[in-house]
């Protein structure tokens, strides 16, 4: 954690030598904050697809480890802190030092998924497992965490199904208390011949689970009893998103009056209000994610609300690049300000420092992370030249110093 050293009008001069010296003596990663990175391993997927096996023999896989630097955008790659064969998606516990990674297994097999639970070993934060549990799904694609009822809920792309798994007081994994089952299918036989969960995130009042399916067209809207930490159908049971849509990712705008939904397929975000007393959700705006003359493979791929949610990113797959929207907070629409190229090719994800000031792009392509800069008044981005080499990055999870 970064050392402070709080200093006053009144201290006296040995005090202050002495706290002087334990800063001036702190180690360079005392002062930065932690960056677990997901990938695909040695074989990429290129957008629109799950991730190929590797081949037998490759080399190790895992969670990649870099230490970041929030007042100068300094990325310094660490290297990998553990093997793991598919470690797409990572959450972190805010409150322990502890992160969840899903293990995409059975996207080609009948093997389950999991969720592996990592102690972070702080201040330089290389990892140690403390248990792994079965996701209850195929193709264990998403994991998110939440605080209030303990849980971790995971999206099993290959099954379509929705899982939710106890944790306990020491931060780790129980049994899976909870498997719900998506259905439906899309026009798409390629992409869309079953349902494909693609994330799980729990509501702002902790009493629904919405998820969104790239197979059925379809946010699925489920009811949560945090008493036993079970999931059961919410009425309507399901949002219906325009066919070939393929939604993917969700968040929830503070205080949970809207919701922002891109989709993979058609590259758009919808903009919905969310009744949290009745779990209906109502679409107020749609908006394309790439410019009308495009004509290539669309591919939508990550959102997020900036800290202040004055500003919404989405990254493209596309065309690679990174859109900047204004943020109505009263309607909720979305108006672009910016896009400009990710600096990379494939821009799977991206993850938005705590300080609002950095974003940094997962470009799985061309096995870069780069670091832009964010104007916190105008939310606008700017390149900054600072990029860092890793095998297929999908996820940036970053865990403040």
């Known amino acids: 954690m970064k050392q402070e050293c709080p200093l006053s009008a009144g201290l006296l001069r040995g005090a202050a030598v002495a706290c002087l010296a334990l800063i001036t003596a702190a180690p360079a990663w005392a002062t930065t904050d932690i960056v677990y990175f997901g990938s695909h391993g040695v074989v990429g997927a290129g957008a629109g697809g799950p991730p190929q096996e590797p081949p037998p023999g490759s080399p190790p896989n895992g969670i990649f480890l870099a230490h970041f630097d929030d007042v100068t955008g300094k990325l310094t790659a660490i290297g990998q802190t553990v093997d793991l064969e598919h470690p797409t998606w990572i959450a972190d516990n805010p409150e322990k030092p502890i992160i969840y990674s899903v293990n995409q297994l059975g996207d080609a097999s009948n093997q389950q998924g999991e969720v592996v639970a990592y102690k972070i070993n702080l201040p330089a934060g290389n990892l140690t497992e403390i248990g792994r549990v079965k996701s209850g799904g195929r193709g264990t694609t998403y994991v998110s965490f939440d605080p209030v009822t303990q849980t971790v809920f995971t999206a099993n792309y290959a099954s379509g199904q929705v899982t939710a798994i106890a944790v306990k007081p020491d931060g780790s994994l129980g049994e899976v208390t909870s498997a719900s089952q998506?259905?439906?299918?899309?026009?798409?036989?390629?992409?869309?011949?079953?349902?494909?969960?693609?994330?799980?995130?729990?509501?702002?009042?902790?009493?629904?689970?919405?998820?969104?399916?790239?197979?059925?067209?379809?946010?699925?809207?489920?009811?949560?009893?945090?008493?036993?930490?079970?999931?059961?159908?919410?009425?309507?049971?399901?949002?219906?998103?325009?066919?070939?849509?393929?939604?993917?990712?969700?968040?929830?705008?503070?205080?949970?009056?809207?919701?922002?939904?891109?989709?993979?397929?058609?590259?758009?975000?919808?903009?919905?209000?969310?009744?949290?007393?009745?779990?209906?959700?109502?679409?107020?705006?749609?908006?394309?994610?790439?410019?009308?003359?495009?004509?290539?493979?669309?591919?939508?791929?990550?959102?997020?609300?900036?800290?202040?949610?004055?500003?919404?990113?989405?990254?493209?797959?596309?065309?690679?690049?990174?859109?900047?929207?204004?943020?109505?907070?009263?309607?909720?629409?979305?108006?672009?300000?910016?896009?400009?190229?990710?600096?990379?090719?494939?821009?799977?994800?991206?993850?938005?420092?705590?300080?609002?000031?950095?974003?940094?792009?997962?470009?799985?392509?061309?096995?870069?992370?780069?670091?832009?800069?964010?104007d916190p008044h105008s939310g606008k981005l700017s390149a900054t030249g600072e990029t860092m080499t890793m095998r297929h990055p999908v996820s940036a999870t970053i865990v403040p110093g």
Not at 186 to 198: T, V
């Open 182 to 374: 998506n259905y439906g299918h899309g026009p798409l036989a390629q992409r869309q011949s079953s349902p494909h969960a693609h994330s799980a995130l729990i509501d702002p009042s902790h009493r629904f689970v919405l998820v969104p399916d790239l197979g059925a067209d379809r946010v699925f809207v489920y009811r949560f009893n945090d008493a036993d930490r079970t999931l059961s159908a919410g009425d309507p049971p399901f949002e219906q998103f325009d066919p070939a849509s393929g939604p993917r990712h969700l968040i929830f705008y503070p205080g949970g009056k809207f919701v922002y939904v891109n989709t993979e397929l058609t590259a758009e975000i919808d903009v919905l209000s969310w009744d949290a007393n009745t779990g209906h959700l109502t679409l107020v705006q749609k908006l394309s994610t790439v410019l009308p003359s495009f004509k290539g493979y669309r591919s939508g791929a990550e959102i997020a609300l900036s800290p202040d949610s004055r500003h919404l990113y989405a990254s493209n797959r596309s065309d690679g690049t990174v859109e900047v929207y204004a943020v109505n907070s009263a309607t909720g629409k979305l108006t672009e300000i910016q896009r400009i190229p990710a600096e990379g090719t494939n821009p799977w994800s991206f993850a938005i420092d705590p300080t609002g000031h950095w974003l940094l792009v997962t470009d799985e392509g061309s096995n870069s992370v780069v670091v832009l800069k964010i």
